[in-house]
């Protein structure tokens, strides 16, 4: 890991969101750039996707299986199931579903158990945006906090994924943009 360059993690970003969720070489291409500030060009976009895909391929068959399936529902791995009833979910939509919607899942989850264990902390939600909870705490108790944070979203991760890891990052800030 110490070994991996800025731009090495960049790029890796940008294949792992764009091809997991259906993503093409060239929208590959456009998005490294656009969201991730990585030039590539057309080629080496696919190259990325085949490396991707030979080197995963267990989320190839996957891929292959939700691009032949007309899918009019879905699942989080909560049970919480999503309807297309207007036709057939599309490829991005059936890949993106059950991993977006797992992670809303769990990102629910953490904010329910949070609110009654951050009790003796008096700190705050002051916000949630994706997979981040962002809490207002007194200095004193930012600490103890951050811990009760980091173990309740481990918590509720390993509740929906028991076979994974499930490590959190957590920052100490004065303001929201010191994260």
Known sequence: MAEVTSDQRQAAKAVNFGLFFGMGAE?????ARNTFQVEMSLSQAQQFKQRFFDSYQGFNAYYQTMERTKVQQ????SGRIRH???GYASLTKALNTPVQGTAADIIKRALVDLTLL???TKAQIVACVHDEIILEVEEAQAPKAQQ???QVMEAAGQRY???VPVVVDST???????K
């Not at 929208?27 to 998005?31: A, F, I, M, Q």
């Not at 100490?172 to 010191?178: E, F, R």
């Open 172 to 178: 100490i800030a004065d303001n929201w943009a010191g």
């Open 118 to 120: 951050l009790v003796d």
């Open 74 to 77: 879905l699942t989080t791995l």
């Open 27 to 31: 929208g590959l291409r456009n998005s």
């Open 161 to 163: 994924l028991p076979d």
């Open 84 to 86: 297309f009833t207007k």
């Open 148 to 150: 009760v944070l980091r």
